[in-house]
């Protein structure tokens, strides 16, 4: 029998967990304060992974997981009230676009667009989109197009 203590995460885990997430390495080493390089040997398996860097994953994953749930609650409510109809999902191209809105979360447009895309998969028919930060709309004033003609949007946040 060995004594084998294995790590919380393997390099492996941490990237693929990191991708999956929408994060950049260079967006999770500035949050946590490290190096670039100090995370390419974590996830080479040359340097341990430290428990920080594990639970900061989890509280993203977390988010995700909430941010996901609640848009494609809100995105099925919609689809349901509007048969037949386009209903756009709007993200962000930029992070300084992001950080600009109400209730930023703190993460990358990255990461919002990837809980937009999932949103995309569990509810059929919905449209992803680049937000025109020029514009102010909510699910209350939302536009709809019958499905094949020009697409109108609501807010995805």
């Known amino acids: 029998m060995s004594n084998l203590i ?6 492996a885990e941490m990237q693929a967990t990191r991708e999956f997430l929408g994060l950049t390495r260079g967006w999770l080493a500035a949050d946590l304060q490290i190096s670039e390089r100090r995370m390419m040997r974590m996830e080479a398996d040359k340097e341990r992974i430290p428990d920080a860097l594990v639970a900061r994953l989890d509280e993203v994953a977390v988010a995700a ?6 848009m494609t609650a809100r995105y099925r409510r919609e689809a349901k009230r509007n048969p037949g109809m386009d209903i756009l999902v709007r993200t962000y191209k930029a992070d300084e676009d992001y950080a600009a809105t109400a209730g930023w979360p703190g ?13 995309c998969e569990a509810v059929p028919g ?10 102010t709309h909510s ?7 019958p499905k094949g003609e020009k697409a109108h949007y609501i807010a995805a946040v």
């Open 6 to 11: 294995l790590p919380a995460m393997t390099g």
């Open 107 to 119: 993460f990358p447009a990255k990461w919002h667009r990837m809980c937009c895309a999932r949103v």
């Open 65 to 70: 997981k909430e941010e996901v749930t609640e």
């Open 126 to 135: 919905l449209v992803l989109t680049y937000r025109d930060t020029e514009e």
């Open 139 to 145: 699910i209350s004033d939302a536009l709809y197009a």
